[in-house]
Nanobody, 118 residues
Framework: QVRLQESGPGLVKPSQTLSLTCTVSGSSITATYFYWHWIRQSPGKGLEWIGMISYSGDVYASPALKNRTTISLDTSTNQFTLQVNSVTPEDTAVYFC??????????WGRGTQVTVSS
């Protein structure tokens, strides 16, 4: 059974860096043709795609967030991570990680709430 679990601080101060980890079980993050996504949902808004990283470490990010976003793989722990720099209250959202075996997102984590506030 494939499971994804997001983790990280629930509260981040403005101008600081948001850091989240997605722990994957039941699937290898380096398995060929798998992609690993970050998505978020702000209060009262729809889902927003943040970016993804491939099994080989290639990163593709939303143009709106590209300049502030870092996504990476940690093959030693079978995790992938998200960092968003210089956060503002508009970055407050539920953050999800998801797996994409090339055919679309097939497995999602439950999501983790991140609030940006002083």
């Amino acid at each position: 059974q494939v499971r994804l679990q997001e983790s990280g601080p629930g509260l981040v101060k403005p101008s600081q860096t948001l850091s989240l980890t997605c722990t994957v079980s039941g699937s290898s993050i380096t398995a060929t043709y798998f992609y690993w996504h970050w998505i978020r949902q702000s209060p009262g808004k729809g889902l927003e795609w943040i970016g993804m990283i491939s099994y080989s470490g290639d990163v593709y990010a939303s143009p709106a967030l590209k300049n502030r976003t870092t996504i990476s793989l940690d093959t030693s722990t079978n995790q992938f991570t998200l960092q968003v720099n210089s956060v503002t209250p508009e970055d407050t959202a539920v953050y999800f990680c998801a797996r994409d075996p090339t055919s679309g997102l097939d497995t999602w984590g439950r999501g983790t709430q991140v609030t940006v506030s002083s």
